[in-house]
């Protein structure tokens, strides 16, 4: 670590091209969580269910299925895709944005999401002074960016990612990182609590639900990094890009208004611009109304 911040002062320009690349490759292995863990716990729950409610069936045996295996392959030809085939964003404009074997288009979201990741990367870099709390904070943007793109497929923020982060944000505080484990501790609990009591208001009032549990989960971690003081903020600007988002889709009949919209994704995009520039939105708008 002492290196890479000697390696910061010293050569900047080299130090953001490492954490690009090297980010590159993280936004590679995101696009296999968003796709994989799904699948992977769809199959959980199908097992479990067989297990509880169909016990004199015995399942069939299926081949692992996990982050590491199967080897990635082309959805349509079923080509092992090879790692010259594999390379971050290059491989991608290689081939076209088209199967190396069939010639089946590749959906451009793949580049696009490491493009991001890589993106985020800098600006976290840039933004936070070199040391240990930027790279927590890299974990942090990396796992926003997978549950973003998880709910906006599935509708679903998974455990397996909200509950490790609301953990590590705690444990990442108790050693000294964004603020007191007190105010990190407040953060949590006031985070899950809020969108709870507003998810039971409107249920009584409405009959219907309005968001999932998972969001709860993901604005308790947002709390137990950043604290309870950005939560107000967090909440604000997940509200507002929301409702800019909605209503713009809205408009370009992408969306119907009976169908649900995934509150994560806001929520994630609201965090992130808090870890980065939260204080100086807050203090902006303070100065702004006083």
Known sequence: MASL?????ALPWLYFSLIFLFSLMIGSFLNVVIHRLPIMLE????????????????AAPTAPYNLMVPRSACPHCEHAITAIENIPLLSWLWLKGRCRACKAPIS??????ELLTA???VAVAATL???????????????LIALTFIDLDKMLLPDQLTLPLLWGGLLFNLLGGFVSLSDAVIGAMAGYLVLWSLYWAFKLLTGKEGMGYGDFKLLAALGAWLGWQ????VLLLSSLVGAIIGIGLIALRKHHQANPIPFGPYLAIAG???LLWGDSITRWYLNAVL
Do not use: C, K, N
């Open 5 to 9: 911040i000697e390696l910061a002062q």
């Open 43 to 58: 199959r959980d729950w199908h097992a479990e269910y067989r297990s509880y409610f169909d016990t004199e069936t015995d």
């Open 108 to 113: 451009a979201r793949y580049p696009l999401v």
């Open 119 to 121: 993106l985020m990367s």
């Open 129 to 143: 002074s070199p040391g240990w709390g930027t790279f927590t904070a890299l974990v942090l943007t990396w796992v």
């Open 230 to 233: 950005a939560l107000p903020i």
């Open 272 to 274: 992130w611009i808090a």
